[in-house]
């Protein structure tokens, strides 16, 4: 599956001289910064940076901008863990057990967990891209809206299992996220609950609603107390403590092979992406797991199982840009910009053609990935000292950057006011034990259920059952889905049953 | 068991429940194709039955409230509520820095920040580093009123 002269060839390009790698420390310290403040998006990261890569050569473009991309992912993991602010909606399921481990004075090992997760999971995402991009390209090239249906239902039904106190209180933060994402011009382009106001066009800004329902209603519960952790002793940020959560990562080789192999497959899919594989790969370790009470309180698999899935899926996105010039997100569309800068065209052809230099691109990244392990490590305990600012100080500081990161996406008023009118309804929710995330969850896959449903029932001339009777993907996908969701848990309940008689 | 639906629980339920009737009735009565309703109807009658379930639970007290916060922390925090939805629609009203500064400088003092002068002198040099390093990253113009 290696064709072994490119291979050599690539190992020439990257090791023969330094110039391929003089830009990734300073791609991955941007990527860092982005990610983790929130507002700050890896793609607007990217765009900003895009004209600096005017002066470089192709493969040190790409490793810049790559660069950017591998710190930003992880950068996004470390405010969620630290102040339940995700980065990025690659991020919302690390906020699910790595703030809750962070309020128990485990923010070090949380940070080290995370990094372990996120350098593995990156190592493998590309890994499976060098031996799987011509298969994998073939593969994604025959998924159509309705496997993407499929995909996104699976994201879902992680709202089932979201629950603080009752299984009806989850569904029904899950249920009113879906609602709310309806807003706005639907996917065939019929104008609905725009209340006379033209920024709710394009339905509710995601990225300013999640922070607003995560972090700014946080904040307001943490008021009251002095610090995000509260033992003098438990604040500490120690370097052996990061290393030691680190090296936790390795013990969950299970986790950390699922986590991994859902983020490059889901991050394959143009469209899909990380936002939902972090999501599925929590979602299935959870339910897989033998102590699945634990999650959502401080569980250290869950962090792993998020960090793993939203790293591997940046070699998964990949796969499409190189193999057929497909960008799958925001990050790979700006790849896609630095490719037509230097005159080269995504496809079969460049796969066929510049064999050594894709195979540069996946051996450069594979390296910065271990370069992030370095970095992330030494500049943990520089971001870890927010737990060490006075409560007083940091929320409304916090509160005033989420407001200001609202408009940073937005570029109008309408981002900093939905990030008050989320903050608003977390606030109720939390009061009442409704899980914020799965409102959050309904939000942000809502529009892509529309539009990938009203897509199959338009191919399929309103037949969807007769179609999904002509895709064999699609029908694996719906087997996997109904014994994940429905039969092994079935299964698990009756086990329980028996033992406890 | 006791027959328990706070204030606060009843607010969020009915906020709820308007929104939803709101977005069902502008979704039909925008276009009732199946490709228009195809997610809201749907989600719709899900939430409409769990809202009765909700409001049955809580009534008939089988699943309680749970102990909630006392009333001068949900003062305190709605205080800080109202006073963030403000400052959010005030940042392009009365300016980023002016905005910012005020509600941070009021933020560290109700946040039990003892010392008079410290707040003043770390809302200004929060702001100036807002405004010089953060908001120098945005792809939008920002409106000053002094930076």
Redesign the interface.
């Known amino acids: 599956m290696i064709d072994t002269i490119a291979f050599a060839q690539a190992s020439d390009l990257l090791f023969s001289s330094f110039g391929p790698w003089l830009y990734v420390i300073p791609g991955l310290l941007i990527g860092l910064i982005f990610g983790a403040i929130p507002g700050l998006q890896i793609s607007m990261a990217m765009a900003v940076f895009l004209p600096v890569t005017f002066g470089m050569d192709f493969l040190q473009a790409m490793l810049f901008l790559t660069s950017i991309f591998t710190g930003g992912a992880y950068g996004g993991g470390v405010t969620a863990i630290l102040m339940n602010i995700p980065g990025s909606s690659s991020s919302v399921a690390t906020a699910f057990d790595g703030y809750p481990m962070a309020k128990k004075g485990q923010h070090n090992e949380a940070l080290g967990l995370g990094l372990g997760a996120s350098v593995v999971g990156a190592f493998a995402g590309y890994l499976l891209l060098m031996f799987l991009i011509q298969p994998l390209a073939g593969a994604v090239l025959k998924l159509g809206p309705l496997e993407m249906v499929m995909v996104v239902v699976w994201g879902l039904t992680l709202i089932a299992t979201l629950n603080d106190s009752t299984v009806a209180k989850g569904l029904m933060a899950g249920a009113f996220g879906l609602m709310l994402s309806q807003i706005g011009m639907s996917t065939t382009g019929t104008m609905r609950t725009k209340l006379g106001n033209p920024y709710l066009i394009d339905g509710i800004a995601v990225v300013p609603a999640m922070i607003g329902i995560f972090a700014a209603s946080e904040l307001l519960r943490l008021r009251g107390s002095s610090y995000l952790v509260q033992s003098d002793a438990d604040r500490e940020i120690s370097f052996k403590r990061i290393l030691a959560g680190m090296a936790m990562s390795l013990r969950y080789p299970k986790t950390l092979f699922r986590g991994s192999l859902i983020g490059a497959i889901i991050g394959a899919i143009p469209g899909v992406g990380s936002s939902v594989a972090n999501l599925v790969a929590y979602g299935e370790v959870r339910r897989t797991s033998k102590n699945p009470e634990a999650f959502g309180k401080g569980e250290p698999e869950g962090v792993v199982a998020a960090e793993t899935a939203n790293s591997s899926s940046e070699g998964g996105s990949m796969t499409a840009l190189l193999a057929l010039g497909i960008p799958g997100g925001a990050a790979t569309a700006v790849l896609l910009a630095a490719f037509s800068f230097h005159n080269i065209i995504g496809g079969p052809a460049f796969i066929r053609d510049e064999t050594e230099l894709v195979y540069a691109i996946i051996i450069g990244n594979m390296g910065q990935v271990v370069l992030l392990g370095v970095l992330g490590l030494l500049t943990l305990r520089l971001l870890g000292l927010v737990i060490k600012v006075p409560l007083a100080y940091l929320v409304p500081s916090v509160l005033a950057l989420c407001a200001w990161g609202g408009y940073g996406i937005t570029g109008t008023l309408a981002g900093p006011l939905t990030v008050a009118a989320f903050a608003g309804l977390g606030w109720l929710m939390r009061r009442h034990n409704y899980p914020v995330a799965a409102a959050v969850i309904g939000l942000l896959l809502g529009r892509m259920t529309e539009g990938e449903l009203v897509r199959t029932m338009q191919i399929s001339g309103g037949n969807p059952l007769g179609y999904l009777l002509e895709r064999p993907i699609a029908i694996a996908f719906f087997i996997l889905l109904v014994v994940i969701s429905l039969i092994l848990p079935i299964m698990r309940h009756r086990k329980a049953k028996k033992a406890l008689v | 068991m006791t027959s328990r639906l706070?204030l606060?629980?009843a607010?969020?339920l009915a906020?709820?429940a308007v929104?939803?009737c709101?977005?069902?009735w502008?979704?039909i009565?925008?276009?009732t194709?199946?490709?228009?309703l195809?997610?809201?109807v749907p989600?719709?009658v899900?939430?409409a039955v769990?809202?009765i379930?909700?409001v049955w639970?809580a009534l008939s007290g089988s699943?309680p409230?749970?102990a909630?916060?006392d009333r001068k922390?949900t003062i305190?925090?709605i205080i800080?509520?109202v006073a963030?939805?403000v400052?959010?629609?005030g940042?392009?009203k009365f300016g980023?820095d002016i905005a910012?500064f005020i509600?941070?400088w009021?933020?560290?003092a109700?946040?039990?920040?003892r010392r008079l002068w410290l707040p003043p002198v770390?809302a200004a040099v929060?702001t100036l580093a807002?405004v010089k390093f953060?908001?120098s990253?945005?792809?939008?113009p920002?409106p000053l009123l002094v930076l």
């Open positions: 706070s606060s629980h607010a969020l906020c709820v929104i939803s709101y977005i069902t502008s979704a009565a925008a276009s194709r199946l490709y228009n195809i997610v809201v989600v719709a899900i939430i769990l809202l379930t909700l639970q699943v409230d749970g909630l916060p922390s305190g925090d800080m509520l963030f939805g400052f959010c629609f940042l392009t980023f910012t509600f941070v009021a933020g560290v109700f946040g039990g920040e770390y929060f807002l953060f908001g990253l945005f792809p939008f920002m």
